[in-house]
């Protein structure tokens, strides 16, 4: 199995901080990565896929980048409703793993 | 709007059954990949299974293999999950979750429904 490591584990950050998370696979994905956010008590949702793509909705202050084994998810300009955890998840070979999270708080 | 709405949890107590069901509505549900995805309290992600946009084709994450059965009814665009030889470890709110067309992020999920396994 593909294990995703996920850092940090939590995060605190103030409003109008650009915020950077990482997630490591064990081995190359190629690209095949997705971001999600979880606010608390609700579902996940789909921010990015394949890396880079932006889901539809989701406000352009989220982006991500990387490629082989390294991929991070970054937030400009820190809003309060971005406090959720986040999650990447590795869909390049099944079972598709999930990194552990990380946590997102307000300073 | 794309509507994945789960039934069926509940308390079950070890060894028994459960099956978990997936109404889904605002998309063409046959033209889609669908998966369940779960989460123990206050635990992460964890992929269980995924079922092709015919029902040809299944994925099990191995702890679940031999005893989970995913399955799809187009017809009544409805995703299933039978859960047998349930353990204690397999407690956790259970997310339907829709594919992306051609790819395995999932950008539409359910409200969840939980599962407790105790005696």
């Known amino acids: 199995d593909i294990q995703m490591t996920q850092s940090p584990a939590s995060l605190s950050a103030s409003l109008g901080e650009t915020v950077t998370i990482e997630c490591l696979a064990s081995?190359?994905?190629?690209?095949?990565l997705a971001w999600y956010q979880q606010k608390p008590g609700k579902s996940p949702q789909l921010l990015i896929y394949?890396?880079?793509s932006l889901n539809d909705g989701v406000p352009s202050r989220f982006s991500g980048s990387g490629s082989g084994t390294q991929y991070s998810l970054k937030i400009n300009s820190l809003q309060s409703e971005d406090v959720s955890i986040y999650f990447c998840?590795?869909?390049?070979?099944?079972?598709?793993?999930f990194g552990g999270g990380t946590k997102l708080e307000l300073k | 709007e794309v509507q994945l709405v789960e039934s069926g949890g509940g308390l079950v107590q070890p060894g028994r059954s459960m099956k978990l069901s997936c109404a889904a509505s605002?998309?063409?549900?046959?033209?889609?990949?669908m998966a369940w995805v779960c989460q123990a309290p206050k635990k992460g992600l964890e992929w269980v299974a995924t079922i092709s946009y015919d029902g040809s084709s299944t994925y099990y994450r191995d702890s679940v293999k031999g005893r989970f059965t995913i399955s799809r009814d187009n017809a009544k665009s409805t995703l299933y999950l039978q859960m047998d030889s349930l353990r204690s470890e397999d407690t956790a709110t259970y997310y339907c979750a829709r594919h992306i067309r051609g790819g395995a992020a999932s950008d539409y999920w359910g409200q969840g429904v939980m599962v407790t396994v105790s005696s």
């Open positions: 998840q590795q869909n390049y070979d099944s079972p598709w793993t």
């Open positions: 605002g998309f063409t549900f046959n033209n889609y990949d």
């Open positions: 394949y890396a880079n």
């Open positions: 081995e190359d994905i190629y690209s095949n």
